[in-house]
């Protein structure tokens, strides 16, 4: 995933394992995860979640949202999330079709983000919240 200018000028890479929150993705070794502080929380930006190798330590969903009250039928899309969440990558291609959107977003290229979650918010998609 790339950052724009704006946005990867928050972000650094870490030079150490110190740090207690982990932006990880499909690269994360097991070895890497055992050098993290106890108490680190790992965040997925990617699409599977990384195998939980700690107990003394925290693991976010990978990227997703709950799904519309209006759905019905819906359990789970991903048997690592809860009832009635779904990926982003599902929501997207759901938003993709309500809004008749046609562009692709593949690899590096990302549609305008704030369209998206605008559009998210309006058709009934909710942030997932994570329980401690």
Request: charged share 25%; proline share 11%.
């Given at each position: 995933m790339k950052l724009n200018t704006k946005l990867g000028g928050k972000l650094a890479l870490s030079k150490?394992?110190?740090h207690?929150?982990?932006l990880?993705?499909?690269?994360?070794?097991?070895?890497e995860q055992l050098k993290?502080?106890?108490g680190t929380l790992f965040i997925p930006f990617s699409q599977f979640p990384?195998?939980?190798?700690?107990k003394d330590c925290f693991y976010h969903t990978t990227p997703a949202m709950m799904s519309p009250t209006s759905f019905e039928n819906i359990d789970s899309c991903e048997n690592w999330l809860p009832r009635r969440a779904m990926s982003a990558w599902r929501v997207a291609g759901i938003l993709?079709?309500?809004e008749g959107w046609n562009v692709h977003e593949c690899g590096h290229t990302i549609f305008d983000i704030e369209k998206i979650w605008e559009a998210s918010?309006?058709?009934?998609?909710?942030?997932?919240?994570?329980?401690?």
């Open positions: 150490n394992y110190a207690k929150i982990w990880v993705g499909d690269g994360l070794t097991e070895e993290a502080p106890k990384p195998k939980r190798m700690r993709h079709a309500l918010l309006q058709h009934g998609f909710r942030p997932l919240m994570i329980s401690p």
